[in-house]
């Protein structure tokens, strides 16, 4: 049995970790659902949200789930759809892994008669079965199985692999591979009769090595459109471009669209759309000629709710020149692409001189690749089985349009890799302020932007997840925001101005409606326009801010040789950042931060420098965000900071001391009853029982890893992404990373984070098992040195520029 004093300890450590924790979720103001919470089921990939009963259905690794939006503390209902013993050996018999040999919910789609359309992967044989909303079951069959059918053509053979697919009117439309090694591509119509079931022609040209992202149903205005046959499907995706000519493959992102009314030709393109035609997007930093040619997430939203014209899609972009980690944000409207769908056609004419795609082909009438609007049908095209062979032979050469889909970036970030996107519009029609973007991250963050005209402000980084779970869908419903991991949910309010509980963060959503109000110490909504000039900086002058947005006070730090620090440089805009420095210094920079190893050539001024844009502003221009110069100091420096770094470790030092003393109760109680038993045994142990070979078991059982060498930057189990700068609300990050030959003042490693390793599947993506974490899923910023660390320690002092 455990002694009361051992007992004592672990209450007290348990109420001082619950309230620690406690406080970090009283900093989101939600819930977060750790991997406990679904017992065991792990894999989430797949997002269905029920507004009318705030239910949300999630797909994951064998199971589906059914979580109560309103009420997360409770359990989740769960079905478990599994694969047979049988069918996984076949699987793994061909080559697969025993990871990829399982069922992967990929689609949740509802029917309209009470039941939702489930797919899974299932060992590398789609199938789907019908889920029924009213006993949350799987129908059965006769002989009292699961009834399921085919999923070829609906859903992916692979968890890994690219997909999409959404439901118009009552039939899906999918974009997905068609065969078990992965090598064709379709965009088809999945379901309804069979003669309507038409997809992509097999051609490079239709589709090339394509990794689906996105698609959207629109409908068309009702008093236009009565019957509903000019709506159309839009699939958003990446490729490899076939109009270059290029040494390697070039990757291009499209937008392509196909008609609801389309059922294919009567000769020609037979069971095959007759109205494919795609066109290339372009987002692209004109200043400094960046182009981002990789598509991740689109958003799809109407600025005006209920009018389908005045769609817009926000993309998620990245570059596939850049060897960093690179995230743009453009918005494409409806409006701009159907003005590209309706121009001209890109044709290629294959020479000995290898000439670019040109067009001199007439274009037939009707125009090719149009719906079965009102004035077709006026003209006896009643459906796209009456079109003329000429008309369906040249939609089927020339499915790419000549121009593009072209947007500046709202925002650019460097060393951040955004995987999901969600907008909140702030207010409405002709009043609109501007759009609040819901950015998650692969290490488990929700990053906060306020976009309005050509400004994009950071308001806020919130840590939600483990750093090994990327956020993987993002939903909005009644003013909350639904984040998924492939282990954990997490529900966060997504509107309003007490989102942001502090003067300076309040101050830089300035532009979506927000003032601090100094008599409540609160942000409230206000109906008052911003003056003239720069609204977020006239703002934080009122935050009692002594210097302004670009002129910040230089920031003497005085360090110690072979100190790792860590500059930070807060970005009100997420634009690219770049560092003024000596010439010899050892740096890397992360994110907008830089790092630096103290050495007599690192002494010096660093100034970091920001591309923001200002209000009608189109171009950004550069703005000094902070100014640092170090100066070398004696040795006494390197104890202040570490004495530093206790203060702001405090909660972790609570955590550490407990174990300690836990570890000590269990050592001592190890060695008073060992004794005892052995002497209960006949054994009795001389006077030097304690040296020699059991002594070394002893020590050997309880030595201290060693620290992680310091003449390498990052040991395997510590990120230096765990930071966070100062525009977070919730947590503020402080690095020390290592001391390195200061004469041990510095000897103390500080590393909280819990880094837990998945199996790889082998495609590129990761399976995850379950993990032991919190119960909140939350996590505590590993603690580094950083500059904010110094204040007032090692010497800081502020000098006028």
Known sequence: MMSPVSVVVILVCWVLSGSLWAASLSGLGDTVMGPEKFRGVANFTTFLLDRSSNTLYLGARDAILAVDTSKLNQPPRMIIWDVPEEKRHSCVAKGKTEVDCNNYIRLLEFLGDGHIYVCGTYAFDPQCAFLELSSFTLEKSEDGGIKMETGKGKCPFEPSQHYTAVMAGGTLYTAATSNFLGTLFDISRATGPEQERIRTERSINWLSDPEFVSSAFIEQDADSNPTGDDDKIYFFFTEV??????????????????????????KTLQRRWTTFLKAQLV???????????????????????????????????????????????????????????????????????????????????????????????????????????????????????????TAAPLLVRKGIRYTKLAVTQTGSGDEQRGALLHLGTDRGELHRVAVVGQNATM?????????????????????????????????????????YPSCKVCARARGLGCVWSTKEEACRPTATEPGPGDMVDEALRKCDREEGRCSPSIMELRVARGLRLLLPCVQLSPRSC?????????????????????????????????????????????????????????PSAGGNVASAGVRHVLA???????????????????????????????????????????GRDLLGSSATPQSPSSASLLSEGFRLTEKRNGTTTTTTTTTLLSSQG???????????????????????????????????????????????MLDGRTGERERGR
């Open 241 to 266: 471009a076939k109009e270059y000519d290029l040494y390697t493959k070039v990757k291009v992102p499209r937008v392509a669209r196909v008609c609801k009314s389309d059922v294919g030709g009567m």
């Open 283 to 405: 987002c692209e930093d004109k200043p400094s000629g960046q182009r981002y040619n990789v598509l991740t997430d689109v958003f799809t939203t109407q600025h005006t709710p209920g009018d389908p014209s005045s769609t817009h899609f926000y993309g998620l972009f990245t570059s596939q020149w850049e060897r960093e980690e690179l995230s743009a944000v453009c918005v494409f409207s409806l409006s701009d692409i159907n003005k590209v769908m309706d121009g001209p056609f890109k044709e290629l004419k294959k020479t000995c001189e290898n000439q670019p795609w040109i067009n001199h082909e007439p274009i037939p009438t009707p125009r090719p690749g149009q719906c079965l609007n009102n004035a077709l049908k006026a003209e006896g095209y009643e459906s796209s089985l009456k079109l003329p062979d000429k008309v369906l032979t040249f939609v089927r050469d020339h499915p790419l349009m000549e121009n593009s889909v």
């Open 459 to 499: 308001l806020q980084e919130i840590p939600l997840f483990s750093s090994q779970e990327p956020v993987n869908n993002i939903l909005l419903h009644q003013g909350r925001v639904l984040v998924g991991s492939p282990l954990s949910l997490a529900r966060l309010q997504a509107e309003g101005c007490s989102l």
């Open 578 to 634: 770049s560092w003024e420095h000596p010439p010899h210094r050892h740096t890397r920079q992360h994110h907008s931060d830089l790092e630096v190893t103290v050495t007599e050539d690192s002494l010096g001024t660093y100034i970091c420098t920001c591309q923001e844009a200002g209000p009608g502003v189109r171009d950004p221009t550069p703005c000094r965000r902070a100014a640092y110069q170090l100066t070398l100091e004696g």
């Open 652 to 694: 972790i030092y609570i955590l550490v001391f407990c174990g300690g003393v836990l570890f000590g109760i269990f050592l001592f109680y190890f060695i008073t009853r060992r004794p005892r038993s052995l002497s209960r045994q006949g054994h009795h142990l001389p006077d030097n029982s304690l040296s020699s070979e059991k």
């Open 742 to 788: 200061n004469g041990g003042h510095l000897s103390n490693s500080y590393s909280s984070s819990l880094i837990h390793s998945n199996p790889s599947n082998g495609h590129g993506n990761t399976i995850y098992g379950n993990c032991n974490t919190s119960a909140s899923g939350l996590k505590f910023a590993t603690e580094i040195l950083a500059a904010d």
